[in-house]
């Protein structure tokens, strides 16, 4: 079946803008992750939807950074006036996420490459 | 919050070789271990994981140690081959959490 997709594959905009990223996540996948891989390192979390619970937010590096999700399907990720330490691979990843349940794996998805110049 | 480390940072090996990439994380409530491979410029995918009830797992040419009292884990590669070559990334999560806390990753070459 279809994994998980994002868009843009690639962005590129000018210091200042917004810019929406999204997810699209496996169909049946309650559970959506968004992390940061900034380049050569590690993927930092962001956020994380569950069903119809409230969103962890824990990760999300300022105010300028926020997330949706429409149901159990779609999320967008949205940065506000954008800097250059933005710039960096955003992924998004979904998840079988049953509460009380051992854990599942995460698929991710391509991720998008957002150059903030 | 969890705070996982990893080492070493990059790592060459000859091919035939085995390869250890270690971790340690700091949250004793953490009971899941999985590791991902993610080739250049590819997505990152599990390629094994271990929880806590387990000490010792394997799959083919790669295994996976935790020891829970010292809080690390490591993941073991035998008889590696050029497409080993890759970026390795730990992470440790708690199940009723679910988000993961990735370690800064291993740059592992395999030469020929």
């Known amino acids: 079946g279809a994994g998980v997709s994002q868009s843009p594959s690639n962005k590129v905009t000018e210091k200042g803008k917004d810019v929406e990223l999204r997810c699209d996540p496996i169909s049946g996948h309650t559970a959506l992750y968004w992390y940061r891989q900034r380049l050569g390192q590690g993927l930092e979390f962001l956020i994380y939807?569950?069903?119809?619970?409230?969103?962890?937010k824990s990760g999300l590096p300022s105010d300028r950074f926020s997330a949706e999700r429409t149901g159990e399907s779609v999320s967008t990720l949205t940065i506000q006036r954008t800097q250059q330490e933005d710039s960096a691979v955003y992924l998004c990843a979904s998840s079988l996420a049953v509460a009380g349940s051992s854990y599942n794996e995460q698929f991710f998805g391509p991720g998008t490459r957002l150059t903030v110049l | 919050g969890e705070n996982v480390e990893q080492h070493p940072s990059t790592l060459s090996v000859q091919e035939g070789d085995s390869a250890v990439i270690k971790c340690t994380y700091s949250?004793?409530?953490?009971?899941?271990f999985p590791w991902y491979k993610q080739e250049l410029g590819k997505r990152p995918q599990l390629i094994i994981d271990i929880r806590s009830n387990v000490g010792e797992k394997k799959d083919q040419r790669i295994a996976v140690t935790l020891n829970k009292t010292a809080k690390h884990f490591s993941l073991h590669i035998t008889e590696t081959q050029p497409e080993d070559s890759a970026v390795y990334f730990c992470?440790?999560?708690?199940?009723?959490?679910?988000?993961?806390?990735f370690g800064a990753g291993t740059t592992v070459t395999v030469r020929a």
């Open positions: 939807f569950q069903g119809n619970s409230a969103p962890d």
């Open positions: 992470a440790a999560a708690y199940s009723n959490d679910y988000k993961l806390s």
């Open positions: 949250d004793s409530a953490s009971n899941y």
